[in-house]
């Protein structure tokens, strides 16, 4: 079997710029908004994030190709898709706890709910439906971890500056920060049109 | 019997506006956002969410007793995932037009906050009755968010309302709404106008 570096290439540029997990495709809005406030607290998050992705891709590549696709099963992606990444969040979880206390606690609720995060379900069913190779879907889950990452520390970055600033009353917290996320959506549409491969 | 229908009542309520999933808990926001392009998409995926959630917060009502509370968690995501299967297949089968446009957004569903928000924080404590209420009012909360949301960018993106023409010929769409920076300049404004609102109906009644 070759492998085409350009396609490659290619998915990965899409997931982290062109088709932002966050940016272009919602994804991941609640964590995004709840969380982008401490930029260490951010990057965690995002290294988090983009081990658990990467790993579910792995994970799900062996059970659609192997398991669902040959019994006809493949209507029953979300629900055993779901149930693969929650039994693998928690053991990520019991990882974190046991290795990093601090980080742990920073995370706080955030770590577990990666599990009902869409980036992961949405990266996992992508690649099952557009049929991806093995190595394409570990790029694809591993690139749109990137691209969560990116998007968190670039807002958890703006929101500390504007920590200081003085804002309408209404307009602070959350609203504040969907319409900075306009923004940077607005300068992400950039990479509209570059395609690779 | 009225004690318990002003209950019912109650929790319905809550869902529509003191609560309002998208506006005051800011949950499930995702699908709210993206799918939401227009008027007709925000009350598909509303309705989609209402049935998933009636489904959910019933059945999880009715096994609470039974499950144990280490495993509660897995065991609702495998319930909100039948039935999110069961919409999918319905939809694909019936609409399927409808489908295509919302795409991986129903998949998602089964991830979406407020369905495993309601069970956790409302079915699994509840009997079925104020359940199925809790439902019915967090997904029409839901749907009129999604709905409202979806009109705006539709008016403003593509001139049109459900695919009719609302804006005269003069009217040059801002194409911007329906992309999706508009999605999220149109949340943010929302909830601060709500906001501010809200601030001012509690001055004034401490006044």
């Not at chain 1, 998915?11 to 710029?17: Q, R």
């Not at chain 1, 969040?89 to 706080?108: D, I, S």
């Not at chain 1, 990452?149 to 959350?174: D, F, H, K, Y």
Request: with cysteine; hydrophobic share 60%.
């Amino acid at each position: 079997m070759e492998i085409n570096i350009t396609r490659i290439i290619g998915i990965a540029v899409a997931a982290i710029f062109v088709n932002n997990f966050v940016f272009a495709r919602f994804l991941g809005l609640c964590a995004f908004i709840g969380i982008s406030k401490k930029l260490d607290v951010a990057l965690g998050m995002g290294v988090a994030m983009t081990f658990v992705v990467t790993m579910s891709a792995i994970i799900t590549w062996p059970l659609y190709h192997f398991i669902l696709v040959p019994y006809k099963l493949e209507y029953m992606n979300i629900i055993s898709f779901i149930l693969v990444i929650a039994c693998f969040v928690q053991l990520v979880e019991f990882f974190v706890r046991k290795f990093n206390p601090a980080l742990y606690k920073a995370l706080g609720i955030y770590l577990p709910l990666i599990t009902v995060n869409c980036v992961v379900l949405f990266a996992t069913l992508l690649n099952a439906i557009n049929n991806l190779s093995f190595l394409e879907s570990v790029v694809q889950g591993f690139s749109a971890g990137i691209g969560f990452a990116l998007a968190l520390v670039l807002m958890t970055s703006i929101r500390e500056r504007l920590e200081l600033a003085r804002i309408p009353a209404a307009m602070q917290g959350a609203p504040l920060a969907f319409i900075i996320a306009g923004l940077l959506s607005l300068a992400f549409m950039g990479f509209s049109g570059l395609t690779i491969g | 019997m009225k004690t318990t229908l002003t209950c019912l009542k109650k929790c319905f309520a809550n869902g529509m506006c003191a609560e309002n999933p998208t506006f005051r808990l800011m949950l499930g926001l995702c699908p709210t956002l993206a799918v939401t392009v227009s008027a007709e998409n925000g009350f598909g995926i509303g309705i989609a969410a209402l049935f998933v959630l009636l489904g959910s917060n019933t059945i999880i009502s009715l096994i609470k007793n039974f499950v144990p509370a280490e495993v509660r968690i897995p065991c609702y995501i495998l319930v909100i995932a039948t039935f999110v299967t069961i919409v999918k297949l319905v939809l694909q089968a019936y609409l399927p037009a409808l489908y295509e446009r919302l795409g991986l957004f129903v998949d998602i569903m089964v991830v979406n906050c407020i369905i495993l928000g309601r069970a956790e924080a409302f079915a699994s404590k509840n009997p079925v009755l104020p359940s199925i209420a809790d439902a019915l009012g967090m997904g029409l909360g839901f749907t009129l968010a999604a709905g409202v949301i979806g009109s705006i960018r539709e008016i403003l993106g593509n001139g049109t309302w459900f695919g009719v023409p609302v804006l005269g010929a003069w009217f040059k769409p801002v194409i911007a709404m329906i992309l999706p920076p508009g999605a999220f300049i149109t949340i943010g404004l929302l909830i601060a106008g709500l906001n501010a609102v809200t601030a001012r109906l509690q001055a004034r009644q401490s006044e």
